[in-house]
């Protein structure tokens, strides 16, 4: 499977590639560089900004996104 989407940087004046998202088994994770992570905190090397993903905070989006529509 090759479905990969770019994680960007948070801030709007910055747009960084920080990752991607890949799908292993239907689930989504957070690549970056050489590593597959299940949450990442940190801050984006380019401007500073905190950065956070994990994949429960992924999954919850998901069904807050149902339930709204
Ligand atoms: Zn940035």
Redesign the pocket.
Known sequence: MNDEQEVL?P?PN?K?KLGYIVVIENLEWLQMGGGIARQWHGV?A??G?EFHWSVSDRILEKILAKTMN
């Open positions: 940087c801030n910055c960084a984006c380019t401007c900004k």
